[in-house]
């Protein structure tokens, strides 16, 4: 079981910037495309950025592209989610999850086996 673990959220004011990380405990997980989604009180859970397993394909949902920056680490087992120039809108719990390699689209929370338990961004404004 490749399980994800998030941290780096809390509470910012609106312009400020922060670096989300998504660590798992085995080197497997950079077997795997790994994906970003946040979830507002009220709201359905929602795509944010995908990274695959080489990094050479990345995806944003349109809200995001320009101030937010996936990347990943593969020595330290790690998915990273550069937040910058952040919004009140923003406010959500941020999820990583590993992708089934057989379910798809990117996009869709259904194609992701793994989560891991959130961590809270607040952008005041």
């Known amino acids: 079981q490749v399980q994800p673990v998030e941290s780096g959220g809390g509470l910012v004011q609106a312009g400020d910037s922060l670096r989300l990380s998504c660590t798992a405990s085995?080197?497997?997980?950079?077997?795997?495309?790994v994906g970003w989604f946040r979830q507002a009180p009220g709201k359905e859970r929602e795509f944010v950025a995908y990274?695959?397993?080489?990094?050479?394909?990345?995806y944003y949902a349109d809200s995001v592209k320009g101030r937010f920056t996936i990347s990943r680490d593969k020595s330290e087992n790690s998915v990273y989610l550069q937040m910058d120039n952040l919004k009140p809108e923003d406010t959500a719990v941020y999820y990583c999850?590993?992708?089934?390699?057989?379910?798809?689209?990117?996009?869709?929370?259904?194609?992701?086996?793994?989560w891991g338990q959130g961590t809270q961004v607040t952008v005041s404004s």
């Open positions: 999850a590993r992708k089934n390699p057989s379910k798809n689209p990117y996009d869709s929370a259904d194609a992701y086996a793994t």
């Open positions: 085995t080197n497997l997980f950079a077997l795997y495309a």
């Open positions: 990274i695959n397993w080489d990094s050479e394909d990345r």
